[in-house]
């Protein structure tokens, strides 16, 4: 895959003008098309195909931030997906682009189509991103395969690059009952994370049911119909293991 294609276009599924969930403060949040994970419980599943879209260019998306700006003194850009990193050379220049207007660059990723291949591309954006938000979905090798229908070897190889370059990074880790809510694997990821020292967050969100209309509306079948939304307690618990006594970043 050539990652400076479409260097100065991004293939775009949606914005929220008014983001409050995807990195601090008001953000104007970019949703990018197209992803390399099949996550069963996709939430955007209307996300995954790489055809195109509505493209914007670079300039466009930052003409169209500065419309709000007043929203977002304390906030920024986030590009978030399906997976934003799929477009790499898109986000490059647009965080490069952002930083010199000083605009709080954040990328939210899964990390799937991560290569060492392309490591100097992806320190290149990371030279321009303030914080990136790091999904892992499942610590163990073959229960990834089974979530996401891929490997998290790549997952792990971004978070560790992370690591070494200092990015600041926020982790995400979904709770799903049966699935990866056991002790075994949580105190797994623990061992993971205690070897990074970049981490200013470690977050556990709680897996929701609210995908499953987009899934029926497609006509495709969503196989964890029967695993239920997890309870405030076993995300307390969750939050523990990975965050007790953790060593996070200052
Ligand atoms: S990484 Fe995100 S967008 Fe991609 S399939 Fe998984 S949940 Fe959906």
Redesign the pocket.
């Known amino acids: 895959m050539n990652l400076y294609k479409n260097l100065f276009t991004g293939n775009i599924h949606s914005i929220e003008t008014f983001g409050t969930f995807d990195g601090p403060g008001v953000r104007y949040v970019l949703f990018l098309q197209g992803?390399?994970?099949?996550?069963q419980?996709?939430?955007?599943?209307d996300?995954?195909s790489t055809e195109e879209n509505k493209r914007m260019t670079v300039d466009e998306v930052l003409h169209d931030f500065e419309r709000y700006s007043h929203f977002y003194k304390n906030g920024g850009i986030t590009v978030s997906?399906?997976?934003a990193l799929l477009q790499i050379g898109f986000i490059t220049e647009l965080f490069k682009k952002a930083k010199e207007r000083n605009i709080h660059t954040c990328l939210d990723?899964?990390a799937?189509c991560y290569s060492d291949k392309q490591i100097e591309a992806y320190k290149n954006l990371l030279a321009h991103t303030d914080l990136v938000l790091l999904?892992i979905?499942h610590i163990d090798e073959d229960e990834h395969i089974k979530l996401?229908k891929s490997s998290n070897q790549n997952v792990l190889k971004f978070a560790k690059l992370l690591s070494d370059l200092k990015v600041e990074t926020v982790i995400r880790h979904?709770l799903l009952p049966t699935i990866n809510d056991q002790e075994i694997y949580l105190k797994r990821l623990r061992d993971f994370l205690d070897q990074l020292s970049n981490i200013k967050k470690i977050e556990v969100l709680a897996y929701h049911k609210k995908?499953i209309a987009k899934w029926k509306a497609m006509g495709l079948k969503y196989e964890l119909e029967h695993i239920e939304e997890p309870t405030d307690q076993m995300v307390k618990k969750a939050q523990m293991i990975l965050t007790n006594n953790y060593h996070f970043a200052k």
Do not use: L
């Not at 992803?35 to 996550?39: N, S, T, V």
């Not at 419980?41 to 599943?45: A, E, I, L, T, V």
């Open positions: 992803c390399p994970f099949q996550c419980y996709c939430h955007n599943r996300t995954w997906g399906g997976e990723t899964s799937g999904d979905k996401t979904v995908g």
